[in-house]
């Protein structure tokens, strides 16, 4: 298969909700030669929002959701671990997580596996992670920049508690924060007063190494 067979396998593994598919499609693409981060962005992600849209229509329920997350993991998790490493650490912590009443983990998980393919050390504390363990964490590991991630417009107001929990604990003006996840906006950082926001993987690579003012 050539990528752009690779790339369309992809994705149709994500709408057939096949996970043994979705891995076989990563493993091919890998042995292929075709870019591990493409495969997440161009292949892998369109399938998923696809299912999203559906499933807002009413054209999908729950547990084909659950399916077609299923499936993303798995095939997200064989590229993660492809992605290309930079040669050098930078040297800064990051701690990142899904904010506390919110299980949706892959694009936090994609954009951990960015962070630290740049050079990042990520503590990745998981998914429906509360601020006081976010605050905790921060405590013990000192991070440069702590990342939270929402999806659901229910649960982003616990990136604003985090931003007064961090002040709470005297810690605030010694970190960083980001914010990431669908409903959330770089009018949402400004509004809550996070440091930076970012839209995809990519783009968070590129704001925590500019809050951490590495290059
Ligand atoms: Co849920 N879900 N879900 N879901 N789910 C959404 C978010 C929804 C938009 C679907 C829809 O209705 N169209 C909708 C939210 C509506 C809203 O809040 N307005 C929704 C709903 C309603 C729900 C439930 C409530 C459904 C129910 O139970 N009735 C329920 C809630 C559970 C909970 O959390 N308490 C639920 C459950 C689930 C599953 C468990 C089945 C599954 C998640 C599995 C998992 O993650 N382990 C799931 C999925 C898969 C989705 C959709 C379809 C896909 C999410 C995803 O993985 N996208 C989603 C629809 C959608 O987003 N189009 C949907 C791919 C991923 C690569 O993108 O996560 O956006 P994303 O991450 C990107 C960027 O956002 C950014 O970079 C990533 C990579 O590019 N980013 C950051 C993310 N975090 C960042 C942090 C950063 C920086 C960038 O710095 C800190």
Same mark, same amino acid.
């Given at each position: 298969?050539g990528e752009?067979?690779?790339?369309a396998?992809?994705?149709?593994a994500?709408?057939?909700?096949?996970?043994?598919?979705a891995k076989?499609?990563? &493993?091919?693409?890998?042995?292929a030669g075709?870019?591990?981060? $493409?495969?997440?962005?161009?292949? #892998?992600?369109?399938?998923?929002?696809?299912?999203?849209?559906? #499933?807002? =229509?009413?054209?999908?329920?729950?547990? *084909?959701?659950i399916?077609?997350?299923d499936?993303?993991?798995?095939?997200?998790?064989? =590229? *993660?671990?492809?992605?290309?490493?930079? $040669?050098s650490?930078?040297k800064?912590?990051?701690i990142?997580?899904?904010?506390e009443?919110?299980?949706?983990?892959i694009?936090?998980?994609?954009?951990?596996?960015?962070l630290?393919a740049?050079?990042?050390?990520?503590y990745?504390?998981?998914r429906?992670v509360?601020?006081?363990?976010f605050v905790?964490?921060a405590?013990?590991?000192?991070p440069?920049?702590?990342g939270?991630?929402?999806?659901?417009t229910?649960?982003?107001?616990?990136q604003?508690d985090?931003e007064?929990?961090? &002040?709470?604990?005297?810690?605030?003006d010694?970190? &960083?924060?980001?914010?990431?996840?669908?409903p959330?906006?770089?009018?949402?950082?400004d509004?809550?007063?996070?440091?930076a926001?970012?839209?995809?993987? $990519?783009e968070?690579?590129?704001?925590v190494? &500019?809050? =951490?003012?590495?290059?």
């Amino acid at each position: 298969m050539g990528e752009q067979e690779i790339l369309a396998a992809a994705k149709k593994a994500i709408l057939d909700y096949d996970v043994e598919k979705a891995k076989q499609v990563a &493993k091919e693409g890998l042995d292929a030669g075709v870019d591990p981060v $493409a495969m997440v962005e161009k292949g #892998f992600v369109p399938g998923i929002q696809e299912i999203g849209d559906l #499933f807002d =229509c009413g054209d999908v329920y729950l547990p *084909e959701l659950i399916l077609a997350a299923d499936a993303m993991k798995a095939g997200t998790e064989i =590229c *993660e671990a492809a992605f290309p490493e930079t $040669a050098s650490k930078t040297k800064k912590k990051v701690i990142m997580a899904t904010v506390e009443g919110d299980i949706h983990d892959i694009g936090k998980s994609i954009v951990v596996s960015f962070l630290s393919a740049n050079g990042f050390d990520v503590y990745n504390l998981g998914r429906d992670v509360t601020v006081d363990t976010f605050v905790e964490k921060a405590k013990e590991i000192q991070p440069d920049v702590i990342g939270s991630s929402a999806l659901l417009t229910t649960t982003m107001g616990h990136q604003k508690d985090l931003e007064e929990a961090l &002040k709470e604990a005297g810690i605030r003006d010694k970190v &960083k924060t980001i914010v990431g996840g669908a409903p959330t906006s770089q009018e949402w950082a400004d509004k809550i007063g996070a440091d930076a926001y970012a839209e995809n993987a $990519a783009e968070a690579v590129a704001k925590v190494k &500019k809050l =951490c003012g590495v290059s």
